[in-house]
C-alpha cells in the first residue's frame, strides 16, 4: 500500500509562481512512478506530469510543457511540481498519484492522494 499526501496549494495571480509537494510512503513506494493530474470543475481529470522512479524520466502534458516542472527528491520521499506563468485556465484540484509505469494516463495509477486546491485569480 502506497500513501501520497499533497500539500502547497492556494491562491495565485496570473502570471504567477506556486509549488506543491507530494509525499511518499509505504511499503515499495521508491519504486513507483508518481505523476500529478488536475481535475477543474466540470472537466475531465487531465494528467500534467510524470517522473519515472529510477532514471528520473519525465512526462509533460501539452497544455503544461514549458511552464510546469516536475522534479522528486528520493532522500526525503517527496515529488515536486514547480508551476510558472499560471492562467485561470490552471485552476484545479491537483492529485498525486503512484503507478509502476510511468505515464499520465489516470488508468495507470494505483493509488492517489486526496489533491489540493490551486486557484489563479485574473
Known amino acids: 500500500q502506497v500513501q501520497l499526501v499533497e500539500s502547497g496549494g492556494g491562491l495565485v495571480q496570473t502570471g504567477g509562481s506556486l509549488g506543491l509537494s507530494c509525499v511518499v510512503s509505504?511499503?515499495?513506494?521508491?519504486?513507483?512512478?508518481i505523476a500529478w493530474f488536475r481535475q477543474a470543475p466540470g472537466k475531465e481529470r487531465e494528467g500534467v506530469a510524470c517522473?519515472?522512479?529510477?532514471?528520473?524520466?519525465?512526462i509533460y502534458g501539452a497544455s503544461v510543457r514549458g511552464r510546469f516542472t516536475i522534479s522528486r527528491d528520493n532522500a526525503k520521499n517527496t515529488v515536486y511540481l514547480h508551476m510558472d506563468n499560471l492562467t485561470p485556465e490552471d485552476t484545479a484540484v491537483y492529485s498525486c498519484?503512484?503507478?509502476?509505469?510511468?505515464?499520465?494516463?489516470?488508468?495507470?495509477?494505483?493509488?492517489w492522494g486526496k489533491g489540493t486546491r490551486v486557484t489563479v485569480s485574473s
Open positions: 498519484a503512484a503507478a509502476i509505469f510511468p505515464t499520465i494516463l489516470k488508468s495507470g495509477m494505483d493509488y
Open positions: 509505504g511499503s515499495g513506494s521508491e519504486y513507483y512512478s
Open positions: 517522473i519515472d522512479s529510477g532514471s528520473g524520466r519525465t
